[in-house]
């Protein structure tokens, strides 16, 4: 037992030693470029990025508009370029706009990897994509969703994307309107602005008091939050309506708590900012060529909270 934890020992510092050397030798900078920073999501991808950067000798930048705007984005992506990066990680929020600039910082040397968004559906010449199956994800929802469940029968309900052209989100939302026609539900899409919760709070009451048959509210993204938020402020008991999204937020967390959102789906964003940097730095270093990597789909429920959590607020979830 000795011998073998002396082994491993000692293979792990040669392995700190070779990353060590090669960080302090090769100093390289990265921007990861998204379309809405001004959001709590990011908060474990930023810690991701910069705990990799840290481990690697990495700078790492994070950047993008404080609101959802696809052409600000563009923005960031071309000074980015013109800045010199020496890779680039980008949530390819639209399936058209960013392709011609990655596509230059590609012809420059300047490699690109996806994270969080991927353009699957379109020509894009992105190297790797780090991020959740989205269809699949909204498929996994609507059966968690729905499971060990009484639906009357003109029950009715609605899928929340809080930004309209996002892929990932239309994808989402797609996935979760696959089960709800499975089993006859009426859905319709609606949105509430992620980045204002008082305004979506508002826009959620509104609805809720004016669709009387509304039983579901599936969010492709952590706007159940504010729906639930919206019950509580309406005077409704957790489980009136079922509810449920993405991500881990604090309100998000809060209503889980209380019994206002059944589960939120966690894509474990920390590994999208890591990865990504691990994924831009392994090619600079060593030539090796990025890959696809899924970062799953982890169902957090009221049982699960409490740990989870923890760890969110420690930034890792």
């Known amino acids: 037992m000795c011998k073998k934890a002396v082994t491993l020992f000692v293979v792990l510092v040669m ?66 370029i013109a800045q010199g990066f020496d890779g680039i990680g980008v949530a390819i929020s639209d399936a058209e706009a960013l392709d011609e600039p990655i596509a230059r910082a590609m012809k420059r040397g300047i490699p690109v990897v996806a994270f969080n968004i991927d353009d699957p559906y379109t020509p894009n010449e992105r190297m790797a994509f780090v991020g959740q199956s989205f269809t699949i994800a909204g498929n996994v929802l609507g059966r968690e969703l729905l499971k060990d469940e009484e639906i009357p029968a003109n029950a009715e309900a609605v899928v929340l994307i ?32 992620l980045a204002d919760p008082s305004t979506a709070i508002d826009m959620m009451k509104s609805y809720i008091r004016a669709h009387p048959n509304l039983k579901i509210i599936a969010a492709s993204e952590f706007a159940t939050a504010f729906a639930g938020m919206a019950m509580k402020e309406l005077g409704m008991e957790p489980g009136e309506l079922l509810l449920a999204g993405f991500d881990l937020t604090p309100d998000h967390n809060q209503m889980i708590k209380e019994g206002y959102v059944k589960f939120t789906i966690d894509q474990q964003p920390y590994l999208q900012g890591f990865q990504t940097v691990m994924l831009l730095y392994l090619y600079k270093e060593f030539g090796l060529s990025p890959t696809d990597i ?23 979830r």
């Open 15 to 80: 392995l700190l030693a070779v990353f060590t050397g090669s960080a302090l030798a090769n100093k390289y900078k990265f921007a990861l470029v998204v379309h809405v920073a001004g959001t709590p999501f990011w908060i474990p991808v930023i810690k991701g990025a910069e705990e990799a950067g840290e481990l690697l000798g990495v700078e790492v930048q994070f950047m993008g508009p404080e609101e959802f705007s696809v052409e600000r984005e563009v923005d960031y992506l071309e000074t980015a």
């Open 162 to 193: 809080g930004e309209p052209g996002n892929a990932a989100l239309e994808e989402r939302c797609a996935g979760i309107e696959q089960i709800l026609d499975e089993h006859g539900i009426k859905s319709e899409r609606f949105s509430a602005p």
């Open 294 to 316: 899924n970062t799953g789909v982890a169902v957090v429920g009221k049982d699960d909270i409490d740990q989870v959590v923890e760890l969110a607020e420690a930034g890792y």
